[in-house]
């Protein structure tokens, strides 16, 4: 099951090959999150232009190469327009489009099973550069994104897929909305399993444009990127012509150029709570571990969240009068055995004890409504 490697053997230095330098890397897998409307496909659109032609995109080089635009979240009408508006923006000719295939499902309802999965690994060894997939929600409808087996089994196909060569960036959703909750905060639905098998994640979201002067301007936020340095958030204008789309960087207002603590401390323990209810102590220190909060911080947060109606405060009882908390609004039961969470600190939203690590456990993908749940993908390449 493994290839053993003496550690004087092992590569002395990092060596990154990027696809888009310093966001995504050739061989990994992305992912990228925002709300419906905001302009993620536009976006994507003519980073598969700029990967087409080889042409730098948002001031940052690119490498060439073909792209294939996996659709289960449009059709050819609506996403088939943005590629010569965003190619006449880039200054760019027809010829490059040529270099980008768009795949339609045959029955996108069923979403992206165990065969399409194998058929785009073997797509994938045939060389492209980049593999887009649109979106989560809609090429994987049978996969409950709260439950980490189903979300890390597909992350693992997603990742066989991009260590054949391509750079894999998978589109997103972020959740519904929650007064109070900014979408940074948010994050993406199911956002805890799916950022730890991504290489680099993003957000996309819309600048208010009473904060712009009316232009439309987008803001990327870095969620994660285990390559390269986490930057600051990206302001991106969306310039329209009457046949064209041009994206260029410009500087974001104030409000908006840097999470605040608090922000970052609110979404942590959205992230955290995902895995399951957990005491407070609990929340506390892991939000501590993944974004430097202090305690105080991390309490605000959470009295912010519980006012906000996304999370729910638990009288464990007891000494002390220990509390815990969990995600409010989805389907879920009282906690039957409050003295068993104490002690496990990893529960689901029905109070059973939750897997750190499902794999481990050798549990089925999730359940595919078209037949049995797909066994792990076969080859010689392939190891899951």
Known sequence: MFRVIPAHQLPPRLEVSWLWEGMVAQGTLALLGGPGGVGKSTLVAALEVAVAAGVPFLEREVAQGEVLHVDYDTDPRLQGPWYPKVAAGLGVDGEALGRIRYLEPQEATKGLGEEGLKALLEMARQGPALIVIDSWSAAFPFVDSRRSDHVAEVMSYLKEIAKAGPAVLLLDHTPKPVQGLTALERGVAGSFYKLAGARSAFLLTRVPPKLTGGRDVLKLDALKNNLAPLMDPLGIERVWGPDTLEFALTDLPEEEARPSKLEQAKRAVLEVLEEGPKPRKEVI??????????????????????????????????????????????PQTPLRDSAALRKTDFADEDGQKFSANPLAEDQDFAENPGGEAPPALEGPEVGI
């Open 285 to 330: 220190r892991l939000v501590a571990e993944r974004v430097n909060a202090g305690e105080r911080t991390t309490e605000e947060a959470l009295r912010a969240l519980v006012k906000a109606g996304a999370v729910e405060r638990l009288a464990l009882g007891g000494q002390g009068g220990a509390v815990a908390y969990r995600l409010a609004g989805l």
